[in-house]
Every structure is written in structure tokens, then in C-alpha cells.
């Protein structure tokens, strides 16, 4: 099994910056794609990233192409959500996932999930 824990969350201005990261547990999360998801109160949890477990292979919401950028480093089994340019609407809880298939990591049913943390933009 795969734990995921979300950190890197909080309050920022409109324009401001932060770094989301996903700290794995355990020996496998390598050969484990991982990827991005969002939900806003009163709106459904919307795919935001994801990337291949070897890292060759990334998507991107359009909301977020240009402004965020997805990596990972898999010596420290953790996974990152550079977000730039951040607006009010970017505003919600976010939350990893993982899953053996990169597929899976851009849809709701991925296998394995974080709690989430925090992201608010003031405007």
C-alpha cells in the first residue's frame, strides 16, 4: 500500500506563489504514477496534474497549463506541485494521488489518495 501526506498549503495574495508537496510511504511509489486534484466548497474534485512514475510523461489541467508545474523525485519519494500566478479560483483543497496507471491519476478512482491541504487565494 501507498500513503500519501499533503503539505505546503496556505494563504496567499492573488499573483503570490506555493509549492505543494506528496510525501510517499514505502518502497514502491517509484514505479507509481502520481497526480493533482482540486476541490472547491459546492464543486466537484476536478483533476489538476500528473505525471508518469519515470517522469517522462506529464498533463496538465487547462485552468492550470503555464502556471503550475508538476515533478517528483522519487529518491525522496515525494512528488511536487509548483503553483505560480495563483488567482482566487485556484482556491481549494488539494489533494495526491497515486496509482499504478498514469490513466488513473487524471480520473477520481486512482488508488490511493492523500487527506488534502489547504490552499487559499485572497483577491
Known amino acids: 500500500q501507498v500513503q500519501l501526506v499533503e503539505s505546503g498549503g496556505g494563504w496567499v495574495q492573488s499573483g503570490g506563489s506555493l509549492r505543494l508537496s506528496c510525501a510517499a510511504s514505502?518502497?514502491?511509489?517509484?514505479?507509481?504514477?502520481m497526480g493533482w486534484f482540486r476541490q472547491a466548497p459546492g464543486k466537484e474534485r476536478e483533476f489538476v496534474a500528473a505525471?508518469?512514475?519515470?517522469?517522462?510523461?506529464?498533463a496538465y489541467a487547462d485552468s492550470v497549463r503555464g502556471r503550475f508545474t508538476i515533478s517528483r523525485d522519487n529518491a525522496k519519494n515525494t512528488g511536487y506541485l509548483q503553483m505560480n500566478s495563483l488567482k482566487p479560483e485556484d482556491a481549494a483543497v488539494y489533494y495526491c494521488?497515486?496509482?499504478?496507471?498514469?490513466?488513473?491519476?487524471?480520473?477520481?478512482?486512482?488508488?490511493?489518495w492523500g487527506q488534502g491541504t489547504q490552499v487559499t487565494v485572497s483577491s
Open positions: 514505502g518502497r514502491t511509489f517509484s514505479r507509481y504514477a
Open positions: 494521488a497515486a496509482d499504478r496507471d498514469f490513466v488513473a491519476t487524471m480520473e477520481t478512482k486512482a488508488g490511493y
Open positions: 505525471i508518469s512514475w519515470s517522469g517522462g510523461n506529464v
